[in-house]
């Protein structure tokens, strides 16, 4: 099954390897890793998304929280009241004939044409996953000759903050032996 | 005052309490040692492989509870350490690992003796440092060691470039440490422990199961005052063992793979297990699927990713040993659970702990000659393989902290490096090394720093010619094809000799007592080689994948009944 996990980890160096090696300990195969800095300073926001069974996830999201770094770290697989957002690049072939076909396809999916050649268009689309993937499926047939997707990052909806779930760290921020 | 980097190191040495370190120098680490004759007061032990320094700090901090501290130079010093911090890992010893880079600017260009230690460590440290400013120095020894010693202890690398240990370096050692995110629960909340003392007084066949956790935490005290007040007997893991005095009433001694029957059979029918700092490992739990089928599991651990990690917890406690304990004990009144231990009596009675075996000298009379010769007391280092799994079962230990060993990890060469650092860290007494020949073969270079040092560590060997553990599943799950498993080795009585180190030899049972008083006589280091048979199996024994109830015994002691 498909989980997400969301964290806030400190930008220091080795921090990705740090967190990528542990999903690769369990065997789990990661779908998408994507980071990029939060709203707090020094610190920056990973959005993971595996595929893998669940009782081995709880095993890996501790051993996440327990990395020196991780500021926080949730398994946000079950909210429901969340977006899921993603950005992909692809490059589709077209000729004089289908040109329009696959314009016509970028506009029903939001996309933007941002380049076009003689016998190619690359389209930009933002989206759900689930919508990328779709959008993907009907180009398939026009030959898609690249492609790149950024990999979901994830935000619940409404006032809910990731840092300020329970059990948050921020008010305890040095500590004493 | 200017500082250079390497002095810095040194000043932060000192300010953390450090008084003995453990190395080897080298190029890229040479401005860290240049500075070293500035710091009298740190004793530098030089060993004779990076991997004994590791082992070394490692058996310092096991017996001191101090940081223990090793250090190395870039490249093969470093990745020598390697085994030593994994060992460190997986038994949660306290130990800071310093190691010198080539310098920034070349880094990552494949310089001479270059190599990425920081990456190579990541899986096996609790965290670990490349250093690339001066001014983070002083910080970053800081942080290590505050890592390495709170919450659950382990190994912190600190990598050095050569041109920070060279240059000048700003020196403010901070008293506070900024690490959100890191904040180990040390109290369990009150309401947890009202459904704890509810879970124990409910129980009628409760056992404690001790693990190195309680070692860690300094919790011996606290763990006889919480087994007394509720009378269950406490079962220890092969790190647990010298959490409760041998002699105490209640102490059953180990479980698992090569655990005494009756400690088996506790853990087996059990309603209730209090597990204190264990991890559940393989070796102790046997088969998952018919682990303590009846128990309820209350799980304490200041490590979360510990509890419900092999066996799901009734409940968690996350928490420090002794601080639980001591609010355990306080919560509760005191039980009786007679006839629970009367039944393990019954237990011990049907399943004792004897020696079938025949020959002029079998391997379990040393260990008990060692027993006898120390009266239980003794400080006893033991390696990895047959040899140990006979000191866990008939040395009785009766003081508190005194058997070192790799648990977790299981490294064979441990023992004669991991006495330096115990003896060390008790000076005033002797250390036993208990190690096989397979096991004394790969770190045998140490001899050289025991002699140089002359501290007076006295060696087992227990020297039957092959790789016993393995030749022991060999036999059982692989027809007896011995491939690979018999071992030649040296005179060893002649070598330690030609270290200056006094040794005598042993070849049957009723020379033991004399040899180990002379072992003991002697002001310092001693070797004696003990050759037992060679043909030997530890027994009890749970064959892998069944129940630990499922044990066998030797079978030369059931042909006699």
């Known amino acids: ?177 | 005052m200017r500082y250079t980097g390497g002095e810095v190191v040194w000043e932060c040495l000192v300010r953390e309490g450090v008084d003995v370190v453990w190395g080897y120098p080298g190029g890229a680490a040479l401005p860290l040692f240049d500075a070293l004759s500035k710091y009298p007061q740190i004793h530098y032990v030089l060993v004779r492989h990076e991997q004994a320094a590791a082992h070394a700090a490692d058996g310092y901090a096991r017996a001191t509870g101090k940081v223990g501290v090793c250090a190395a130079t870039s490249g093969p010093g470093a990745t020598n350490l390697v085994t030593g911090i994994a060992t460190a890992m997986l038994d949660s010893v306290p130990m800071v690992a310093i190691t010198a880079q080539v310098a920034d600017s070349v880094i990552g260009t494949d310089a001479f003796q270059e190599i990425n230690i920081t990456g190579i460590t990541l899986p096996i440290t609790k965290h670990n440092y490349l250093v690339r400013q001066s001014r983070d120095l002083a910080r970053t020894m800081r942080e290590a060691f505050f890592l390495a010693r709170t919450g659950r202890p382990g190994p912190v690398l600190v990598d050095i470039p050569k041109d920070i240990l060279t240059g000048p370096c700003e020196f403010h050692y901070p008293e506070r440490i900024s690490r959100p995110g890191y904040r180990p629960v040390v109290r369990s909340a009150p309401y947890q422990i009202q459904r704890a003392a509810q879970l124990i007084t409910d129980a009628k066949h409760p056992v404690v199961l001790a693990g190195h956790g309680v070692h860690v935490a300094k919790a011996w005290e606290e763990l006889r005052r919480f087994a007394e007040r509720i009378s269950a007997p406490v079962v220890s893991t092969l790190l647990g063992l010298s959490t409760l005095s041998a002699d105490h009433p209640l102490c059953l001694g180990m479980a698992g793979m090569h655990g005494v029957a009756w400690a088996n059979l506790a853990v087996q029918n059990a309603d209730l297990l209090i597990a204190l700092g264990m991890r559940m490992d393989d070796r102790f739990t046997g088969s998952l699927k018919h682990f303590a089928p009846q128990a309820k599991l209350l799980h304490v651990d200041i490590d979360p990713a510990e509890i419900g990690k092999r066996v799901p917890a009734c409940l968690p406690m996350v928490g420090d040993v002794r601080c639980v304990l001591e609010a355990l004990t306080e919560a509760l009144p005191d039980l009786d659970h007679r006839d629970w231990l009367a039944q393990i009596e019954a237990w011990r009675t049907q399943h004792p702990l004897e020696v079938h075996a025949q020959g002029l000298l079998p391997p379990q009379e040393v260990v008990r000659a060692l027993h006898r010769a120390t009266e239980g007391e003794g400080l006893v280092v033991s390696d990895v393989g047959q040899h140990q799994m006979w000191v866990a079962q008939h040395y009785r230990f009766r003081r508190l902290n005194s058997f070192f060993t790799s648990g977790g990890l299981g490294t064979m060469g441990y023992s004669l490096p991991a006495a330096l650092g115990v003896q060390v860290g008790h000076p005033t007494e002797p250390v036993w090394v208990v190690v096989g020949d397979g096991s004394f073969q790969m770190n045998l270079q140490e001899l050289a720093t025991v002699a140089q040092e002359w501290l007076p560590i006295k060696i087992v060997i227990m020297d039957n010619g092959y790789l016993g553990m393995v030749r022991q599943w060999q036999e059982l799950f692989h027809g007896a094809r011995y491939i690979g498993t018999p071992i030649s080795g040296p005179d060893y009585v002649q070598l330690a000799g030609s270290y200056g180190i006094p040794a005598r030899r042993v070849s049957a049972t009723d020379e033991l007592d004399a040899a180990f008083a002379a072992a003991k006589q002697a002001k310092g280091p001693f070797l004696l080689d003990c050759k037992v048979e060679r043909d030997e199996n530890v027994y009890p024994m749970v064959q892998p994948g069944t129940s630990n109830t499922d044990f066998v015994e030797d079978p030369r002691g059931r042909t006699q009944e």
Do not use: C, W
């Open chain 1, 1 to 177: 099954m498909r989980h997400v996990l969301v964290a806030l980890v400190q930008d220091e160096p080795g921090m990705l390897a740090r967190m990528g090696n542990l999903f690769a300990r369990r065997g789990y195969n990661v779908q998408s890793f994507t980071a990029g800095a939060s709203e707090l300073p020094g610190l920056t926001r990973i959005t993971i998304v595996v595929d893998g069974p669940s009782t081995a996830l709880d095993q890996v999201a501790k051993q996440f929280r327990k990395q020196i770094g991780a500021v926080k770290v949730a398994d946000v697989t079950a909210d429901k009241d969340q977006l899921a957002y993603e950005m992909l690049l692809v490059k589709v072939g077209v000729s004089a004939k289908t040109r329009q076909e696959v314009v016509s396809l970028a506009d029903l999916f939001k996309a933007r044409i941002v380049d076009v050649s003689s016998t190619t268009l690359m389209l930009e689309a933002t989206g759900e996953p689930d919508k990328l993937d779709k959008f993907l499926e009907v180009l398939r047939p026009f030959g898609i000759k690249e492609q790149a997707r950024t990999g979901a990052i994830f935000m619940s909806r409404g006032a809910k903050i990731l840092n300020q779930r329970p059990a948050s760290t921020s008010d305890r921020k040095y500590l004493t032996e």
